[in-house]
């Protein structure tokens, strides 16, 4: 039986039946510029996967669109056979143009054909999380998701999905998802600076479903990071730290997936993600979302 790690900031979170560490991994940076093709240093993105699992790390996050299909071999060729305690969560509902977008791709063939290309590239026989990736690369989008959701459904009840999430998706699209299947996770933007989903984040702690915030350092004016770099500076850390740290102590459900394509930056991550922040420390950076 594997031994969860106890080290790692925040501790652990259960994703339906599946414990994670709430300090995750998101591969998304091991692809090649701009998430397209292989990365520069093959054997540089195979340790910090490594890494990542050495560290304690329980949760990654990858999609078959990145690449396409590159983070998932390089997971594969790292890691594989996984350890017990690993959980390899995907995305689907997207995927990539020559021009480097990201197309929609949610009719109920592309979804089974990216489900399965999840199993092969990542070696599995079940997939632990999908989530389905709505809206644009602009953000979620309104519109029902009914359809692509059952397709997931469907795939799950054939024995090849565990668990469900949802991903760029409005708080009525959670709503409509939630009358479907239960979902044990939400991944959207979110942030010191992005606070739209304040009152979903809330809701979903109650519920006691998992918030996955993605760029945790993006979508800042020149006045937001300013008013985190002055506080950072004060506490002799790095913006990322104090970001990782607020986003740890903002809510319990709050799992976090930060990128990196280097062994050193990703220790400094989880370093920095333990950052103590006090009362006064935490009003000042929820002052930064206009909070």
């Known amino acids: 039986m594997s031994v969860l790690p106890t080290s790692l900031p925040g501790g652990t979170w259960t994703l339906g039946d599946l414990t994670v560490t709430r300090f995750g991994y998101g591969a998304m940076q091991l692809a090649g510029p701009w998430v397209m093709g292989p990365p520069a240093d093959h054997d540089g993105a195979l340790a910090v996967l490594r890494e990542a699992v050495a560290l304690g790390i329980t949760h990654i ?6 690449g396409p299909h590159v983070t998932n071999r390089l997971i594969r060729e790292a ?10 969560v995907t995305k689907v509902g997207a995927t990539r143009d020559e021009q480097g977008g990201w197309p929609p ?61 949802v991903s760029n998706a409005t708080a009525e699209q959670v709503a409509e ?32 479903i998992a918030y996955v915030p993605f760029f945790p350092l993006g979508g800042f004016s020149p006045l937001q990071s300013s008013a985190l770099s002055t506080v950072a500076s004060r ?30 930056h990703l220790r400094e991550n989880v370093a920095g993600a333990g950052l103590p922040l006090s009362d006064d420390e935490l009003a000042e950076l929820d002052r930064i979302g206009g909070h």
Do not use: K
């Open 61 to 66: 996050d990858t999609s078959g669109a990145y």
């Open 235 to 264: 506490l002799d850390a790095t913006p990322m730290s104090v970001a990782l740290a607020w986003l740890l102590r903002r809510s319990p459900n709050i799992l976090l997936i930060p990128g990196t394509s280097s062994v050193a």
């Open 177 to 208: 998802a939630q009358t479907i299947a239960p979902i044990v996770c939400v991944q959207n933007m979110y942030n010191l600076a992005s606070r739209q989903d304040d009152e979903l984040v809330d809701t979903l702690a109650e519920e006691g």
């Open 79 to 88: 890691l594989h056979p996984y350890p017990e305690s690993l959980h390899i």
């Open 105 to 165: 791709a949610r009719e109920p063939e592309n979804l089974r054909r990216a489900v399965h290309e999840n199993l092969e590239t990542l070696g599995l026989e079940v997939l632990d999380l999908v989530n389905l990736r709505l809206g644009n690369a602009e953000g979620p989008q309104p519109g029902s998701l009914a359809e692509p959701f059952e397709t997931l459904v469907e795939l799950q009840r054939q024995g090849l999905i565990r668990h469900l999430g």
